[in-house]
């Protein structure tokens, strides 16, 4: 392969790196077209306990997570706050450093070419780019894997040990092996401490140091006890979180969770595993991921022309790295010295390793072919693309040296003309799906909340608008959170659950996402001079309260009425907060949450169909109305199915206000711990 260094070629390089960062940050705010639930659980809940103080090597928050990219975006949060550059900036300037490493690295192992073409198809692709503009820790992990393996080719190409009448400390200078192949363990600890995949990183330089032992056995002479200082002190870095882990294993459950196809083959079940292994490995040409989140469902890496270059790259470095295998067999049957592999060799099955343990972990787990699970295989996915590349590159200049047939310049335009028809396929089709087709889909606005992030700018550019309630499913916090994180007006939203509840006053809502109202539709008056926003409609709500007699409870919450119809069995209670109320403090939590932390709410009500002995016949809990964004002189309903067993005869209904993580019922201001109606007469 081409090992010179072509003119220009670091212009070129920081072109492609200036265009790399431009693609991560173009658009940031509207692609993806919103929030999603790990981004705000990543530095909302993991990233803040840093800047809480609560230092540690792994956090038990969401199934288990490595904390080093949580460090790290702490810093960004108390730079930007919660905001597209306090959350996802990290990840473009880790997706942007992956870009001209990928180009060092590819540079050491097959030339200037490869090394170019690499970067340059890196920096266009839909998988860097969805990695690098969300913010996820999966993205911080190719940097460090990348500058490990380039220190680690930097001591494969320098004296282990100095000369004996040199000083001791030429052991460690720059230039020398042992000094590259510490800095080879201090950034696989650095990839353990980012991301769980990068426990596999270790297995490539394994199984490279055996192929070493079988066909460049001279090498791997001289290099073996720099390989064994590399090996212990990366063990004993990643010592604390190796002892964390054994302390607390419940923490990472999400490891086991994914492990399907392993936990089959345990029991004999192999077909799952199969499967996962030929998704995996068809997700560059025929089937990718299958999840919204990240892709359009099975949109395959490569378009036809890119998975050409890729499978061609994959048979050609299969063919160097097996040359070795036959002269040495031939050199066996010749009882001859067997002869050393050659740097293509080594380089092409140190690439093969790699990718293929970058992506088996889209064998092992759930679901198959995960862009996510596989990011350790990104940088050389796109350097065994650009390898037919360099190939005819090479070829062209042994012809040019041996015959002076043909210019060298031919080579050069021919690689033009190659790697331009490939980054041009790659750009075109990946720009277009993710800046314009994927945000657009469906499911990805509703994943991403698509329709919040613009309600934020509509109600940014209305600051008239200061009291307005928002519908949501209430499945945590995390659409409040998308919102105010987008918000940059006073206004004070209020959330509920239009199933089964709705907001009275303030009389402006915004309802229809994620589904339409379900409880008294008939309230609902749309506003047509005000614009729709996404599945968001505005309307008016106009309904007369029922009287009835007024309960207060101590928390400061006061039902106005409540209504039980035995023809529907429906019990119907309307609510006023008549002043602050007084409520536990309200703790984000992440989904799932730690082992052993109690992530419920707070505030519930129950409801309780009862018979003349008082034996409970039907009982319906809940408050589908968040209480933590009510406001003084607010007023809401909601509804309890209460549905009698048949054959039993109800006298009452009886209800309340309780605590769901202690059990302790909120009094009335007169001291009952729940209120009794007449199941009957109505009121």
């Given amino acids: 392969m081409n090992q010179t260094r072509i003119p220009y070629e670091r212009w070129l390089i920081l072109a492609i790196t200036l265009l790399a960062f431009g693609l991560r940050v173009w658009r940031l705010d509207t692609t993806p077209p919103g929030w999603r639930d790990d981004e705000l659980i990543n530095s909302q809940v993991i990233s803040q306990h840093v800047l809480d103080g609560d230092w540690a090597v792994y956090f038990a928050d969401a199934s288990g997570h490595e904390a080093l990219y949580h460090t790290l975006n702490a810093g960004m949060l108390a730079l930007f706050g919660p905001t597209v550059w306090g959350i996802r900036f990290l990840s473009v300037l880790m997706g942007t450093l992956t870009v001209p ?25 839909f998988w860097s780019l969805m990695y690098s503009r969300i913010g996820l820790r999966h993205v911080s992990l190719p940097p460090s894997v990348l500058a490990a393996f380039y220190f680690f080719w930097r001591g494969l190409s320098r004296k282990t040990w100095p000369a004996q009448d040199r000083a001791w400390r ?17 950034f696989l600890a650095v990839g353990f401490y980012t991301y769980f995949a990068a426990r596999g990183v270790p297995a490539i330089l394994l199984a490279f140091m055996i192929y070493l032992a079988l066909f460049a056995w001279p090498t791997f002479r001289r290099h073996w006890p720099g390989f064994l200082l590399l ?20 923490s990472e459950a999400r490891v086991s969770e994914l492990a399907v196809p392993l936990v089959e083959a345990r029991v004999g079940n192999f077909a799952p595993l ?13 089937t990718g991921d299958g999840e919204w989140l990240y892709n359009i469902p099975n949109r395959p890496v490569f378009g036809p022309l ?9 048979a050609l470095a299969v063919w160097y790295a097996l040359q070795p295998a036959g002269q040495w067999l031939g050199a066996l049957r010749r009882r001859s010295p067997r002869p050393e592999a050659r740097p293509i060799h080594l380089a092409s099955a140190f690439l093969l390793l790699w990718w293929l343990a970058g992506i088996a972990p889209g064998f092992i787990s759930v679901p198959p072919a995960s862009l996510g699970h596989a990011i350790v295989a990104l940088p050389a996915v796109f350097m065994l693309t650009a390898l037919p590349v360099g190939w005819i590159v090479g070829a062209f200049q042994i012809r040019s040296a041996a015959s002076r047939s043909v210019p060298a310049t031919g080579a050069r335009a021919l690689a033009v003309v190659l790697s331009v028809l490939l980054l041009v396929s790659i750009g075109w089709r990946d720009g277009q799906d993710y800046f314009v087709n994927w945000p657009q889909r469906g499911m990805v606005r509703f994943l991403y909340r698509a329709d919040i992030h613009e309600t934020a700018v509509y109600l940014n550019a209305h600051p008239d608008i200061t009291d307005i309630g928002l519908t949501s499913l209430l499945a945590g916090p995390w659409d409040q959170l998308a919102l105010a994180n987008d918000l940059r007006t006073a206004v004070q939203p209020r959330w509920y659950n239009s199933d089964r509840a709705i907001l009275l006053n303030p009389a402006l809502v915004l309802a229809d996402w994620p589904q339409k109202p379900q409880f008294l539709p008939e309230a609902y008056t749309p506003l047509a001079e005000r614009p729709s926003i996404g599945a968001y409609h505005f309307y008016q709500i106009d309904y007369e309260i029922p009287s009835g007699e007024r309960v207060c409870f101590a928390n400061g919450l006061c039902v106005e009425t409540a209504v039980y119809d035995p023809i529907t069995q429906r019990l119907t209670l309307f609510w006023q907060v008549s002043r602050p109320l007084d409520l536990p403090p309200r703790t984000l939590i992440s989904n799932p949450p730690p082992p052993g932390v109690y992530a419920g709410s707070r505030l519930s009500l129950f409801a309780h169909l009862l018979d003349d002995e008082g034996a409970l016949l039907a009982g319906d809990d809940g408050l589908w109305v968040d209480v933590y964004s009510l406001q003084p002189g607010d007023q809401f309903a909601q509804f309890h199915q209460l549905t009698a067993p048949a054959g039993s005869v109800a006298t009452a209904v ?21 209120v009794t109606i007449p199941a009957a007469s109505g009121n």
Wanted: charged share 10%.
């Fill in 274 to 286: 199969l499967d996962h292994v030929i998704t995996t490995l068809s997700m560059f040409h025929r």
């Fill in 101 to 125: 490493l990928t180009y060092l690295l590819g540079r050491k192992l097959f030339g200037s070419t490869v090394g170019l073409v690499a970067a340059a198809a890196l920096a266009l692709s």
């Fill in 306 to 314: 890119g998975a050409v270059f890729l499978w061609v790259g994959v």
């Fill in 654 to 674: 009886a209800f309340g206000l309780y605590d769901p993580m202690t059990g302790a019922r909120i009094l009335t201001v007169d001291g009952r711990d729940s």
């Fill in 170 to 186: 030429e052991w460690l200078a720059p230039q020398s092996a042992l000094f590259n192949y510490l800095l080879t363990a201090v």
């Fill in 231 to 250: 090996l212990a002190v990366a063990f004993g870095l990643a010592l604390p979180l190796i002892l964390t882990l054994q302390r607390q294993p419940e």
